[in-house]
């Protein structure tokens, strides 16, 4: 069963905080990806990896940092936090191009930016 | 936008109906994935279709694509109160570089 663990599951962050969003997989998937995810908008992609050392940014980068140090690590930082950050993040990884592979999806990390 | 307005619904039917859910694109696309996501959860793979298919079923999901009007189609037959969620369709292409861009969903509730 492929395996993606992000952590905390909870946060609650203060404005002009950091902030950073872990990930973890062990599918030995070349490709993470960072969504968030709040209503009315769906799914929206921030920042994703093909590989160890590269991130490259999604359709909603600006106020988020990505960094994927490893094949099983891609974490997600805010440097100065803002509420309007405050959403449910999903990190996923997958391993096909183009979209042809499945996602596989961790259970997201509630974040909440006071 | 992607999508078309309509991708963003809500349904409620008893259990035991059939629904079809139906999502909209502006790009073209190669690929279309449909994902499941229960209260709480992450997003979980239900069927991918590729461009040169028009149907695939999986146990009692059918989903269709149409790329000439740039449309796919869910469809649950027999719905179980466990159907419960939020099902959304994913396209990409070979040019957005790996990327799977999300719809917006169908919400759908089943009645026991």
């Known amino acids: 069963e492929a395996a993606v663990t992000q952590s905390p599951r909870n946060k609650v962050a203060v404005t002009g905080g950091k902030v950073t969003l872990s990930c973890n997989q062990t599918?030995?998937?070349?490709?993470m990806y960072w969504y968030r995810q709040d209503t009315g908008h769906g799914l929206r992609l921030i920042h994703y990896?093909?590989?160890?050392?590269?991130?490259e940014k999604g359709d909603i980068p600006d106020g988020y940092k990505a960094s994927r140090p490893s094949q099983e690590n891609f974490s997600l930082i805010l440097e100065l936090a803002t509420p309007s950050q405050t959403s449910v993040y999903f990190c996923?990884?997958?391993?096909?191009?183009?979209?042809?592979?499945?996602?596989?999806f961790g259970e997201g990390s509630k974040l909440t930016v006071l | 936008s992607q999508w078309g307005e309509e991708n963003l619904q809500a349904l409620s039917i008893q259990e035991g109906e059939d629904v079809t859910m139906n999502c909209s694109y502006k790009t073209y696309t190669t690929v279309v994935q449909w994902y499941r996501q229960k209260s709480g959860k992450g997003p979980a793979q239900l069927i991918l279709?590729?461009?040169?298919?028009r149907e695939k079923r999986s146990g009692r999901l059918r989903a269709t694509l149409d790329t000439s009007s740039q449309s796919s189609s869910l469809s649950i037959t027999g719905t179980l109160a466990t159907d419960t969620a939020v099902y959304f369709c994913a396209t990409a292409t070979n040019y957005n570089q790996g990327k799977l861009i999300f719809g917006q969903g169908t919400k759908l509730s089943i009645k026991p």
């Open positions: 599918n030995n998937h070349n490709n």
């Open positions: 996923a990884s997958g391993d096909g191009w183009g979209g042809a592979g499945q996602l596989y």
């Open positions: 990896s093909y590989g160890a050392g590269s991130t």
């Open positions: 279709i590729r461009s040169n298919e």
